[in-house]
């Protein structure tokens, strides 16, 4: 999985309910430390809200920080920045109101201005961020013409129209629109701190953020610690004095690490799942990741392969992955079979009953090989493909079965494996036949996945061309109710199959049985350290 | 002698120059780039992170600012990757480690490797022969990344004597782990090659006329036998000194310890060419200064060699 993609957002429609914070239960008592430290498995790239891109910065930054909303264990939008909000009868003006209590951690007040700061920033041409076009996602106003550098950064729709109310400008009625809003990009920064001191803005000691935990140490590759923030507006919920983020590059360390008592949490290594939660049930769990890893089949005109124009070999190639038993005997982590491109963790989405999901393996093979002899191959004129992967054994492993499965119903699968760099170039450049890929979605929201593979979409790299299926999503965007399209439109991919889905993610970890109130039902693992606490064990 | 360190110097300043152009070229002809990412980015966003790294610029152009804001500034640079960052903040900050526990691992490979192919060499086709060489063999197939993990297991979880990862400023006991994990292999080899010169030594004639001069075999082997024996080893352990103390992958990995290494070899993964100039370059410049010094040292160890 290519984690700079994942950056975790808001959750499900429920209203926002009062601010989170460690909810200790009365029947705990709490331990006499109150450290937490967490395991990253890649070192920081930055901390700068506006250019983070990477799972790991997120972690961190979540806890430095604090938008206009976060998110509760099961990932429900609760008010942070903002105390309430009004819509307008089209729904494209949104007005927040915003805590008058919030502080930056050098004592200045939070104002609607440090989020209009914020938000020109990341679509501001001068930044570059790689997450402006989540900004444009977002509908905001001019978003587009600013990142092109067409307009002044001041023109986006954003507005602050006292010190304590924000306005934003859409220009579509987006129904998840608030959802979108506890995305590190869109997290408020401290303007004078930024300009005073330019790139080193983030370092410990200099970093002036809003959250409920300040920088203290920062050793890339090694670790960061931060520190329970006085000046938070909620300090007093807090329990954990302070939490530690350690890199550990290899997941097999990782463990033993945890094991040595020196993390706290870890995911689990691959493999080790069904035996854990068998013997240490207390600490190991597994929930769904709002994820899904997939290959794609190029359909691109010119460069794609001409087998893959047929819709009934590309159903022959999906029918004949045996998900179950690379979800059972490969992965062996709790994943979950994929036969739609959304998984059905996330939000308010039904997964449609798409007819090869429910069929035996054996029923899909048979079907599969139907497929190929009625394509014109057969055992003797076989189809050959080749699949490109990055670099990794997991996904060689995957590769391995798939290239089983497809000899047993006839079709020969060539596998090519390079690096990360070279196969996005390639994928983008649309000069392969099949393509290993993943997305994680930024948003609890279908849509987050079924935007990818409309004609008009950055990641359609396979040249997915269905005017049904743009027409749900475009519309999508203006209904008080888009989940009916969502599930129509996964039906569409059913049918038409442009990407083969293998299996949606779990996220599988330890965690010490002393720590309370880590949410590990969200969909994006997003979690907060303000809300957790440590009992006396 | 003084106009030969001189020469040599002046010598590296045309060689690093070709490093950079050299390095710049192949970097920028490997597939990729660093923006690269599972979304195709808009054009317009492409553009913009280009012209904020300058690589909107022709290639000649961009290696020619590099050059000079090197000389003029030492600046080497932003870094890609970590946008926070710039080169000159992750050398300062990952060089000092790598030079910590490289340095000890040096020393301890250098001492025991020589002490171990000394001895086996002396008693050579004996037991103690035969259990150095066993020991040395076992030592430089076993790979870093076995070493490691087997360290962390039985030190840090089982035993519980050390921490398994981290660096807390070098402080003793973070270093003690990496240290026996990068040395082993060098002390290995080392010993090897230290036995192997030891004996041709040993075989010459003029040890055999010392030794009918009736000198006591130990002085023969201080007196005679280990400065010549030491020659080949002096040339072997430049290069090693170099590469140890600019770190090494699987130490930062398997031991979180913040390192250089593990940056060179992320930066070229990640296309971060500013991050792969700027470590290239510094291994560049250590190796020529630590070749330099080897070169020097020979002119004092061996009376036959003059400048």
């Known amino acids: 999985m290519k984690k700079h993609l994942l950056l975790s957002t808001i959750l499900s429609l429920s209203l926002a309910g009062s601010a989170f914070a460690a909810t200790v239960d009365a029947a705990d008592k709490l331990a006499g430390t109150q450290t937490f430290s967490y395991w990253l498995i890649d070192s920081i790239t930055t901390l700068d809200p506006q250019l983070i891109e990477s799972v790991e910065d997120s972690d961190v930054a979540r806890q430095l920080f604090e938008g206009l909303y976060t998110e509760d264990g099961t990932g429900d939008l609760v008010d942070a920045g903002a105390i309430g909000y009004t819509v307008s009868d089209d729904k494209m003006t949104y007005t927040f109101q915003l805590r008058p209590e919030a502080k930056w951690s050098n004592g200045d007040p939070v104002t609607a201005n440090d989020y209009v700061y914020a938000w020109q920033r990341l679509v501001d041409p001068a930044t570059a961020s790689s997450y402006a076009w989540y900004m444009e996602l977002m509908q905001v106003a001019n978003a587009t013409a600013v990142i092109a550098g067409e307009k002044p950064p001041a023109e986006l729709g954003v507005k602050a129209l006292d010190d304590l109310t924000l306005e934003v400008k859409l220009i579509t009625p987006l129904p998840y629109f608030r959802k979108m809003l506890a995305h590190s990009s869109v997290l408020p920064v401290h303007k004078a701190t930024i300009e005073a001191n330019g790139q080193k803005w983030t370092e410990p000691g200099v970093l002036v953020g809003n959250g409920a935990y300040t920088l203290t140490e920062h050793k890339p590759g090694e670790k960061a610690v931060v520190t329970r923030n006085p000046l938070y507006w909620n300090n007093a919920a807090t329990v954990i004095e302070s939490g530690s983020f350690l890199t550990v590059n290899d997941e097999n360390i990782a463990f033993t690490r945890y094991e040595a008592g020196e993390l706290d949490t870890v995911g689990i290594p691959t493999g080790m799942y069904p035996q854990l939660s068998k013997d240490r049930p207390a600490e190991a769990s597994s929930a769904p990741r709002a994820c899904t890893y997939y290959y794609l089949l190029n359909m691109d005109a010119g460069k794609g392969p001409e087998a893959l124009k047929n819709v009934n070999v590309r159903k022959a190639l999906s029918y004949a992955v045996d998900r179950d038993i690379l979800v059972d005997k490969v992965l062996q982590s709790g ?172 996220s599988s970890r330890m965690l010490k049985t002393d720590v309370r109130g880590y949410p590990k039902k969200n969909v994006f693992g997003t979690w907060y350290l303000k809300e957790l606490y440590r009992v006396a064990e | ?172 006991r973070y270093l003690v782990l990496p240290v026996i994990a990068l040395s082993t292999g060098y002390i290995a080899s080392i010993a090897r090659l230290m036995r192997s010169s030891m004996l041709e030594t040993l075989n010459s004639n003029f040890v055999r006329t010392a030794r009918a001069k009736g000198l006591p075999e130990w002085k023969v082997i201080t007196r005679h036998v280990m400065k010549p024996a030491l020659l080949p080893i002096l040339s072997y352990l430049g290069p090693v000194f170099v590469g140890m103390i600019t770190g090494s992958v699987v130490i930062d990995m398997y031991f979180s310890t913040g390192g250089i290494g593990k940056s060179f070899v992320d930066s070229a993964l990640n296309r971060d060419y500013s991050v792969m100039l700027g470590v290239t370059l510094l291994v560049g410049a250590l190796t020529i200064v630590f070749n330099l010094i080897v070169d020097v040292l020979y002119a004092f160890i061996d009376p036959k060699i003059r400048y």
């Open chain 1, 335 to 506: 994943q979950i079979p994929a036969y739609t491109l959304t998984p059905a963790a996330m939000a308010g989405f039904t997964v449609p009953s798409v007819d090869y999901a429910t069929m035996t393996q054996e029923a899909r093979s048979e079907e599969a090989k139907r497929l190929l002899s009625e394509a014109g191959y057969t055992p003797e004129n076989p189809l050959k493909l080749t699949l490109n992967y990055n670099t990794s054994e997991g996904h060689k492993s995957i590769a391995v079965a798939v290239q089983q499965f497809y000899k047993a119903v006839g079709v020969e699968l060539t596998l090519n494996n390079m690096e990360w760099q070279v196969h996005s170039d390639i994928m983008h450049e649309r000069t392969y036949e099949l393509a290993r890929s993943a997305w994680c979605g930024d948003y609890n929201e279908a849509s987050t996945f079924l935007d990818l593979f409309t004609s008009s979409s950055g990641f359609n790299d396979v040249a997915y061309l269905n005017a049904d299926y743009d027409k749900l999503m475009a519309d999508s965007k203006t209904m008080e109710d888009p989940q009916p399209n969502y599930t129509k439109a996964e039906e569409i991919l059913a049918a038409d199959m442009p990407i083969i889905p293998i299996y949606h993610y779990t």
């Open chain 2, 1 to 172: 002698m003084f106009s030969f360190i001189a020469r040599r110097l002046l010598v590296a300043v045309p060689t690093l120059l070709i490093l950079i152009v050299i390095s710049a070229v192949l970097m920028h002809a490997a597939p990729g780039g660093p923006f690269n990412s599972e979304r195709k980015l808009s054009a317009e966003v492409v553009a913009n992170l280009q012209a904020k790294y300058g690589l909107d610029q022709p290639l000649y152009v961009q290696i020619w600012t590099y050059i000079r804001d090197l000389v003029l500034h030492f600046d080497f640079g932003p870094s890609f990757k970590y946008k926070d960052r710039t080169v000159n903040d992750i050398i300062a900050q990952g060089f000092p480690v790598t030079l910590v526990y490289g340095f000890w691992s040096f020393v301890i490979a250098t001492i025991l490797g020589i002490g171990a192919g000394v001895i086996a060499a002396i008693r050579q086709n004996t037991p103690t022969d035969y259990l150095v060489l066993s020991v040395a063999i076992i030592g430089a197939v076993l790979p870093g990344y076995v070493i490691a993990p087997i360290l962390v297991l039985v030190f840090t979880l089982k035993l519980g004597w050390l921490p398994g990862g981290g660096w807390e400023d070098g402080e003793w």
